[in-house]
Protein backbone atom coordinates (compact mmCIF):
# COMPACT_ATOMS: atom_id res chain seq x y z
CA UNK A 1 0.00 0.00 0.00
CA UNK A 2 0.94 3.54 -1.12
CA UNK A 3 -0.71 6.16 0.88
CA UNK A 4 -3.70 3.81 1.21
CA UNK A 5 -3.43 2.89 -2.18
CA UNK A 6 -2.42 -0.33 -3.50
CA UNK A 7 0.25 -0.08 -6.41
CA UNK A 8 1.30 -3.03 -8.80
CA UNK A 9 4.58 -4.27 -8.88
CA UNK A 10 6.99 -4.03 -12.02
CA UNK A 11 6.22 -7.91 -12.40
CA UNK A 12 2.49 -6.73 -12.82
CA UNK A 13 2.67 -4.23 -15.71
CA UNK A 14 3.33 -5.08 -19.32
CA UNK A 15 6.15 -3.42 -21.04
CA UNK A 16 5.16 -1.35 -23.96
CA UNK A 17 5.22 -3.59 -27.20
CA UNK A 18 7.66 -2.59 -29.84
CA UNK A 19 6.48 -0.94 -32.92
CA UNK A 20 5.28 -3.32 -35.66
CA UNK A 21 7.76 -3.87 -38.10
CA UNK A 22 7.38 -3.41 -42.07
CA UNK A 23 4.21 -1.72 -41.96
CA UNK A 24 3.57 -1.13 -45.62
CA UNK A 25 0.62 0.35 -47.19
CA UNK A 26 -0.73 -1.04 -50.71
CA UNK A 27 -3.48 1.30 -52.61
CA UNK A 28 -6.59 0.06 -53.94
CA UNK A 29 -9.79 1.62 -55.13
CA UNK A 30 -10.94 4.06 -52.09
CA UNK A 31 -8.80 1.97 -49.53
CA UNK A 32 -5.55 1.30 -48.39
CA UNK A 33 -4.31 -2.23 -47.42
CA UNK A 34 -2.33 -2.04 -44.43
CA UNK A 35 0.04 -5.10 -43.91
CA UNK A 36 2.84 -5.49 -40.86
CA UNK A 37 4.78 -8.47 -40.01
CA UNK A 38 3.34 -11.17 -36.97
CA UNK A 39 5.34 -10.50 -33.63
CA UNK A 40 4.66 -13.82 -32.32
CA UNK A 41 3.74 -11.87 -29.03
CA UNK A 42 0.75 -13.85 -27.19
CA UNK A 43 0.41 -10.68 -24.86
CA UNK A 44 -0.90 -9.12 -28.02
CA UNK A 45 -4.76 -9.11 -27.31
CA UNK A 46 -5.29 -6.63 -30.15
CA UNK A 47 -4.17 -4.03 -32.56
CA UNK A 48 -5.11 0.06 -32.52
CA UNK A 49 -5.19 2.67 -35.61
CA UNK A 50 -4.67 6.03 -36.02
CA UNK A 51 -5.22 8.19 -39.08
CA UNK A 52 -4.77 11.67 -37.32
CA UNK A 53 -1.22 11.87 -36.60
CA UNK A 54 -1.15 9.59 -33.18
CA UNK A 55 -3.60 11.47 -31.20
CA UNK A 56 -6.40 9.16 -31.10
CA UNK A 57 -6.37 5.46 -31.58
CA UNK A 58 -9.43 2.88 -32.58
CA UNK A 59 -9.31 -0.51 -31.99
CA UNK A 60 -9.50 -2.92 -34.53
CA UNK A 61 -12.56 -4.85 -34.57
CA UNK A 62 -11.70 -8.37 -34.49
CA UNK A 63 -7.66 -8.19 -34.44
CA UNK A 64 -5.52 -10.16 -31.79
CA UNK A 65 -2.06 -11.31 -31.34
CA UNK A 66 -2.37 -13.10 -35.21
CA UNK A 67 -3.22 -10.28 -36.93
CA UNK A 68 -1.02 -8.88 -39.43
CA UNK A 69 -3.21 -6.65 -41.80
CA UNK A 70 -6.00 -4.53 -42.38
CA UNK A 71 -8.06 -2.56 -44.96
CA UNK A 72 -8.63 1.19 -44.47
CA UNK A 73 -11.85 2.31 -46.85
CA UNK A 74 -13.67 4.58 -47.69
CA UNK A 75 -10.45 7.16 -49.31
CA UNK A 76 -10.55 9.26 -51.69
CA UNK A 77 -8.34 8.66 -54.51
CA UNK A 78 -5.60 11.13 -55.33
CA UNK A 79 -5.06 11.75 -51.88
CA UNK A 80 -2.23 10.91 -49.23
CA UNK A 81 -3.06 9.33 -45.96
CA UNK A 82 -0.79 8.43 -43.22
CA UNK A 83 -1.79 5.60 -40.76
CA UNK A 84 -0.50 4.76 -37.64
CA UNK A 85 -0.24 1.03 -35.89
CA UNK A 86 0.22 0.14 -32.61
CA UNK A 87 -0.24 -3.56 -30.35
CA UNK A 88 -2.09 -2.98 -27.28
CA UNK A 89 -2.61 -4.99 -24.30
CA UNK A 90 -5.80 -5.14 -21.71
CA UNK A 91 -5.96 -1.81 -21.50
CA UNK A 92 -4.91 1.51 -23.69
CA UNK A 93 -2.42 2.18 -20.66
CA UNK A 94 -0.49 -0.37 -22.09
CA UNK A 95 -0.53 0.52 -25.49
CA UNK A 96 2.98 -0.51 -27.46
CA UNK A 97 4.69 2.10 -30.06
CA UNK A 98 3.57 2.94 -33.25
CA UNK A 99 4.77 1.97 -36.93
CA UNK A 100 3.62 5.03 -38.99
CA UNK A 101 3.05 4.51 -43.13
CA UNK A 102 2.54 7.25 -45.69
CA UNK A 103 0.65 6.29 -49.08
CA UNK A 104 -1.33 8.18 -51.98
CA UNK A 105 -4.36 6.56 -53.36
CA UNK A 106 -3.54 7.72 -57.07
CA UNK A 107 -5.60 9.34 -58.99
CA UNK A 108 -8.53 6.86 -61.58
CA UNK A 109 -7.14 6.12 -65.29
CA UNK A 110 -9.51 8.60 -67.32
CA UNK A 111 -12.64 6.59 -68.52
CA UNK A 112 -13.76 6.13 -71.94
CA UNK A 113 -10.89 7.37 -73.67
CA UNK A 114 -11.30 7.38 -77.61
CA UNK A 115 -9.20 8.49 -80.51
CA UNK A 116 -10.59 10.39 -83.63
CA UNK A 117 -7.48 10.82 -85.74
CA UNK A 118 -6.83 13.38 -88.61
CA UNK A 119 -4.17 15.28 -90.59
CA UNK A 120 -0.85 15.00 -88.15
CA UNK A 121 -3.15 15.60 -85.23
CA UNK A 122 -5.53 13.05 -82.97
CA UNK A 123 -8.54 14.31 -81.52
CA UNK A 124 -8.63 12.35 -77.75
CA UNK A 125 -11.71 12.56 -75.63
CA UNK A 126 -12.39 11.32 -72.42
CA UNK A 127 -15.73 11.39 -69.16
CA UNK A 128 -15.69 13.99 -66.63
CA UNK A 129 -14.54 11.94 -63.92
CA UNK A 130 -16.16 14.57 -61.34
CA UNK A 131 -13.17 14.57 -58.90
CA UNK A 132 -12.62 18.13 -58.12
CA UNK A 133 -9.02 17.27 -56.51
CA UNK A 134 -7.64 16.96 -59.76
CA UNK A 135 -5.78 20.26 -61.35
CA UNK A 136 -4.66 18.86 -64.81
CA UNK A 137 -3.75 16.68 -67.21
CA UNK A 138 -0.78 14.90 -69.02
CA UNK A 139 -0.57 13.48 -72.17
CA UNK A 140 1.85 11.09 -73.26
CA UNK A 141 2.73 10.19 -77.46
CA UNK A 142 5.11 7.17 -76.81
CA UNK A 143 2.67 5.12 -75.04
CA UNK A 144 3.30 6.69 -71.26
CA UNK A 145 7.42 6.74 -71.49
CA UNK A 146 7.06 10.44 -70.97
CA UNK A 147 4.41 12.94 -70.60
CA UNK A 148 3.75 16.67 -71.13
CA UNK A 149 0.88 18.49 -69.17
CA UNK A 150 -1.43 19.97 -70.96
CA UNK A 151 -1.57 23.57 -70.95
CA UNK A 152 -5.00 25.45 -69.25
CA UNK A 153 -6.35 21.91 -68.29
CA UNK A 154 -8.41 21.46 -65.50
CA UNK A 155 -10.95 18.98 -63.48
CA UNK A 156 -13.09 19.70 -66.21
CA UNK A 157 -11.11 18.94 -69.49
CA UNK A 158 -12.47 15.78 -71.23
CA UNK A 159 -10.91 16.62 -74.47
CA UNK A 160 -7.41 17.58 -76.36
CA UNK A 161 -6.02 17.62 -79.78
CA UNK A 162 -2.54 16.29 -79.50
CA UNK A 163 -0.89 18.00 -82.80
CA UNK A 164 2.55 17.52 -84.52
CA UNK A 165 2.35 14.10 -84.94
CA UNK A 166 3.22 12.06 -88.18
CA UNK A 167 0.93 10.93 -90.94
CA UNK A 168 0.77 7.16 -91.48
CA UNK A 169 2.00 6.17 -87.99
CA UNK A 170 0.19 4.28 -85.53
CA UNK A 171 0.78 6.21 -82.05
CA UNK A 172 0.09 4.56 -78.99
CA UNK A 173 -1.56 7.89 -76.55
CA UNK A 174 -1.61 7.40 -72.84
CA UNK A 175 -3.60 9.87 -70.71
CA UNK A 176 -3.35 10.78 -66.92
CA UNK A 177 -4.62 13.00 -64.42
CA UNK A 178 -2.67 14.77 -61.71
CA UNK A 179 -2.78 16.78 -58.79
CA UNK A 180 -0.42 18.25 -55.68
CA UNK A 181 0.10 15.01 -54.45
CA UNK A 182 -0.81 12.37 -57.46
CA UNK A 183 0.38 11.54 -61.13
CA UNK A 184 -2.65 9.29 -62.27
CA UNK A 185 -3.02 5.70 -63.54
CA UNK A 186 -2.84 6.42 -67.48
CA UNK A 187 -5.76 5.30 -70.00
CA UNK A 188 -4.23 4.86 -73.65
CA UNK A 189 -5.51 4.49 -77.15
CA UNK A 190 -4.03 3.62 -79.91
CA UNK A 191 -4.69 6.10 -83.20
CA UNK A 192 -2.96 6.78 -87.13
CA UNK A 193 -3.30 10.35 -88.01
CA UNK A 194 -3.46 11.24 -92.21
CA UNK A 195 -4.57 13.09 -94.74
CA UNK A 196 -8.71 12.70 -95.64
CA UNK A 197 -9.33 11.01 -98.69
CA UNK A 198 -11.35 13.42 -100.90
CA UNK A 199 -14.58 11.73 -101.92
CA UNK A 200 -15.05 11.31 -105.56
CA UNK A 201 -17.34 14.14 -107.57
CA UNK A 202 -21.28 13.13 -107.56
CA UNK A 203 -23.44 13.79 -110.36
CA UNK A 204 -20.33 13.99 -112.71
CA UNK A 205 -21.66 14.66 -116.00
CA UNK A 206 -19.81 15.93 -119.53
CA UNK A 207 -21.50 17.58 -122.48
CA UNK A 208 -20.47 16.86 -125.89
CA UNK A 209 -19.99 19.58 -128.46
CA UNK A 210 -18.80 20.75 -132.22
CA UNK A 211 -15.15 20.41 -132.64
CA UNK A 212 -13.65 23.04 -134.54
Known amino acids: MVNGKSSASSGD ?3 LFAAPTNLTATPGDG ?10 NSNITRYQISGDGGSSFDD ?3 SDASTTGYTVTGLSDGTAYTFQIRAANATNFNAGQAAVVTATLPLDAPANLTATAADTEVLLSWDDPGNGTITGYEVSSNGGTTFTAISGSDASTTSHTVTGLTNDTEY ?6 VNAVSNGTSATVSATPMLSVLSAPSNLSATVGDSE
Open 31 to 40: QLELSWDNPN
Open 13 to 15: VQP
Open 60 to 62: ISG
Open 172 to 177: TLALRA
